[in-house]
């Protein structure tokens, strides 16, 4: 019988609530529609209320000190509201397990296309084998979608991969430039609140003073908080404990866990076909986790 160590055990733990995190952050993205917050307000709560957070950390640990100008420049780009408003715009169209299926699960096939395209790496066998039941799984739910969540459900779902396309170019360079967790949140939160919140604050449509008490309550501390620290503070523990393949196997449940709370929550339909498409889509994640030899400590 294998005993994992203490921290593998927390390493297990940290990669499963970011799981469910992600999950409910699918589900509270999506009532954020019936709060009468616009989404220039939930970007700010993303940016500002996390700043509380970030900008002391921030004037401790200096993280720009290790950065040039234009590292934060593309990463607070990147990170940035246009990358946001995309996602929560999407929500507006596409039920909450769309946006678990079109910013998670295409997360690999963008990566492998990038792959290509960037670096000239041509994918193995496992990866193209993923990467075709994601593509097929992700066609049977758009199209899928439009029957049962209505004709514009598609460009939710278009929003939703601008997202991953976002988040796939951080993923590539955070590896590439060894960005450290401090250095992502000073870049994607400090920077762009500093930037943002006096655009949001003069011109940008807000619902902020109309909205009920308990909805505004859920969303600045959901958006304000929850995905942005400790989901970054989760990931990270849990990558170097248990390591990156383990956490992307993991990880790989966030579609149909987030499908299933939209069903359980938000009493959103679920066709047969949808179900199987989402069961395929999590085998097209799990094939497409690269393997690696663990290294000899």
């Given at each position: 019988?294998?005993?994992?160590?203490?921290?593998?055990?927390?390493?297990?733990?940290?990669?499963?609530?970011?799981?469910?995190?992600?999950?409910?952050?699918?589900?509270?993205?999506?009532?954020?529609?019936?709060?009468?917050?616009?989404?220039?307000?939930?970007?700010?709560?993303?940016?500002?209320?996390?700043?509380?957070?970030?900008?002391?950390?921030?004037?401790?640990?200096?993280?720009?000190?290790?950065?040039?100008?234009?590292?934060?420049?593309?990463?607070?780009?990147?990170?940035?509201?246009?990358?946001?408003?995309?996602?929560?715009?999407?929500f507006h169209y596409a039920p909450?397990?769309?946006?678990?299926?079109?910013?998670?699960?295409?997360?690999?096939?963008?990566?492998?296309?990038?792959?290509?395209?960037?670096?000239?790496?041509?994918?193995?066998?496992?990866?193209?084998?993923?990467?075709?039941?994601?593509?097929?799984?992700?066609?049977?739910?758009?199209?899928?979608?439009?029957?049962?969540?209505?004709?514009?459900?598609?460009?939710?779902?278009?929003?939703?991969?601008?997202?991953?396309?976002?988040?796939?170019?951080?993923?590539?360079?955070?590896?590439?430039?060894?960005?450290?967790?401090?250095?992502?949140?000073?870049?994607?939160?400090?920077?762009?609140?500093?930037?943002?919140?006096?655009?949001?604050?003069?011109?940008?449509?807000?619902?902020?003073?109309?909205?009920?008490?308990?909805?505004?309550?859920?969303?600045?501390?959901?958006?304000?908080?929850?995905?942005?620290?400790?989901?970054?503070?989760?990931?990270?523990?849990?990558?170097?404990?248990?390591?990156?393949?383990?956490?992307?196997?993991?990880?790989?449940?966030?579609?149909?866990?987030?499908?299933?709370?939209?069903?359980?929550?938000?009493?959103?339909?679920?066709?047969?076909?949808?179900?199987?498409?989402?069961v395929l889509l999590t085998v097209?994640?799990?094939?497409?986790?690269?393997?690696?030899?663990?290294?000899?400590?």
């Open positions: 019988m294998t005993t994992r160590s203490p921290s593998q055990v927390t390493g297990y733990s940290a990669a499963w609530s970011i799981v469910f995190v992600w999950s409910f952050w699918l589900i509270v993205s999506r009532i954020a529609n019936q709060s009468g917050l616009t989404v220039y307000d939930l970007a700010a709560m993303r940016y500002g209320l996390a700043s509380l957070i970030a900008v002391p950390l921030c004037l401790y640990y200096k993280p720009w000190q290790g950065l040039r100008l234009i590292q934060i420049a593309v990463v607070s780009f990147i990170l940035g509201p246009i990358y946001i408003l995309c996602v929560f715009s999407a909450a397990a769309h946006g678990g299926i079109f910013m998670n699960g295409v997360l690999p096939l963008i990566s492998i296309l990038f792959g290509i395209v960037l670096y000239r790496v041509a994918p193995g066998f496992r990866q193209l084998l993923g990467a075709a039941l994601i593509l097929v799984s992700a066609v049977v739910l758009a199209w899928d979608g439009t029957a049962t969540s209505g004709p514009d459900a598609w460009i939710g779902d278009l929003l939703f991969v601008i997202g991953a396309l976002f988040f796939s170019s951080y993923v590539i360079l955070s590896e590439r430039w060894r960005l450290s967790a401090m250095q992502v949140i000073f870049c994607g939160t400090v920077v762009n609140a500093l930037l943002y919140l006096p655009v949001w604050g003069l011109w940008l449509p807000s619902g902020l003073a109309e909205a009920p008490l308990q909805p505004l309550l859920l969303q600045a501390v959901y958006q304000g908080f929850v995905p942005n620290l400790i989901g970054l503070i989760f990931i990270a523990h849990a990558s170097r404990n248990i390591g990156n393949a383990n956490t992307s196997s993991i990880l790989a449940a966030v579609p149909g866990v987030g499908g299933l709370l939209g069903v359980l929550i938000l009493g959103e339909s679920l066709s047969p076909l949808s179900v199987a498409a989402m097209g994640l799990l094939i497409s986790v690269r393997r690696k030899t663990p290294v000899p400590s």
